[in-house]
């Protein structure tokens, strides 16, 4: 049994990888590969990631389709909450002000926290009202592409 459900986990979580990568989202396993996104100049959307059915339903749509808008972040990247744990971890510290949320998207600014899309923002809602939310701060803080 306990091999079983560790064959199927794995491939909910590379399934839940695929999917973000194949948006176009840039993954990040480590610490150290965080600081360097965040270090970068302009606007980053930071998506954390999560096996949980709101995530694959909702979140994970939502951030595909949230990229085809006029106006939008420098660059995309994504952090595997329960998965890439010291990612995620170093990811949280600069979402300042917010509690550790999974799935969320993070919108960034020079490595400083603009707005947040938190799981009670995503759980439960339609996937279009995610977008929406993230296309109307694209609108405020990205430049257009």
Partial sequence: MGMDFNFLMNDVVKTARDEI???????LKTAEEVNEALAQKGTTLVMVNSVCGCAGGIA???AAYAMHHDKRPDQFVTVFAGQDKEATARAREYFEGYPPS?????????????KMVERHEIEGHHPMSV???LQSYFDEYCEEV
């Fill in 21 to 27: 990568t194949k948006a176009g989202y840039t993954e």
């Fill in 60 to 62: 994970r749509p939502a």
């Fill in 102 to 114: 999974s799935p969320s998207f993070a919108l960034l600014k020079d490595g400083k926290i603009l």
């Fill in 131 to 133: 977008v929406e939310k």
